[in-house]
């Protein structure tokens, strides 16, 4: 694999050849990305500014000195020099590795659960009549699919994947809107600025998310957490999708529960009629 690097220069490299300049502040960063070169990876710049102890500017600053655009940049090709030394010290099978972090990531979203928050999302979403779904990317699969298993138990939704759309749907909320924005970074540009606009509007917002800090749980009245949190390498990876999926199924089947007999009735009612496409 070739690694994509900075002026030709990796990234770890790049921090020693700028380490006697640094400040007392960007010392408690690189000493932070030192001891901890797999985790930052999946750190938000939030989470890394709370590890190191330091401002976010800052942490801004120290990246942009060293000649990146910012964290996500860093990020990106420090994930593809880690990635260049896994292949040469890991012998684990690409099987075993995918089978092992879907396992994690289910068990380790259900270890995050927090069973207030989702009841409450629950009794937020059966209340309301008017249910939108926010997602991009990959998340805008995990919301179309959301909206499946919403549509399937009777729950009147809509799935807005496009960002120009969702800014449109977004202008026509009100308070009786419920919002369920998907984002496993909690930071994708185009989610953020469509819920910023539906709070506007005085919606409410669920965050399904693996960041309890981030600019997405700014504007979210409740925040679900996931975890299966993907290094830049592997953005739209099923593993991340998998811990997605968990809250949703969450989500879906508490409101079954909420609303069985209604729930049974819709779903046989589909049944019936789909079968009809069926030879």
């Given at each position: 694999m ?15 050849q ?16 030192q ?33 990146f ?19 040469r010290?890991?012998?684990a099978?690409?099987?075993d ?5 879907m ?20 009794e ?42 969702q ?59 996931s ?20 809250l ?21 009612g ?10």
């Amino acid at each position: 694999m070739e690694l994509n690097q900075l002026n030709g220069v990796k990234p770890s490299i790049t921090m020693e050849q700028y380490k006697h300049s640094f400040t007392k502040s960007e010392k408690k960063i690189y000493q932070y990305i030192q001891s901890n070169s797999q985790q930052v990876l999946y750190h938000s710049l939030t989470e890394l500014s709370e590890e190191s102890g330091v401002a976010e500017a800052t942490v801004l600053r120290f990246f942009r000195k060293l000649g990146f655009k910012g964290f996500q940049d860093f990020k990106f090709l420090y994930a593809q020099e880690m990635a260049v030394y896994d292949e040469r010290h890991n012998e684990a099978t690409y099987a075993d590795k995918i089978k092992d972090n879907m396992v994690q990531a289910i068990e380790n979203s259900h270890e995050v659960i927090d069973y207030d928050i989702l009841q409450q999302c629950i009794e937020t979403i059966n209340a309301a009549d008017d249910v939108v779904l926010f997602g991009v990317g990959s998340s805008g699969i995990a919301a179309l699919d959301m909206q499946n298993r919403l549509m399937r138990i009777g729950k009147h939704v809509s799935a807005v994947t496009d960002p120009h759309f969702q800014f449109m749907r977004a202008s026509s909320m009100n308070a009786e809107t419920v919002v369920i924005a998907l984002s496993l970074t909690g930071s994708t540009k185009d989610i953020v600025d469509s819920v910023e606009i539906a709070k506007q509007q005085n919606a409410t917002v669920i965050a399904l998310t693996n960041y309890i800090k981030s600019p997405l749980t700014q504007y979210a009245d409740h925040v679900l957490l996931s975890s299966a949190k993907e290094s830049p390498l592997d953005s739209g990876s099923l593993v991340a999708k998998v811990s997605q999926l968990f809250l949703i199924d969450l989500i879906c089947t508490g409101l079954t529960i909420k609303n069985y007999n209604h729930a049974e009735q819709i779903k046989m009612g589909i049944s019936k009629n789909t079968a009809r496409k069926l030879y």
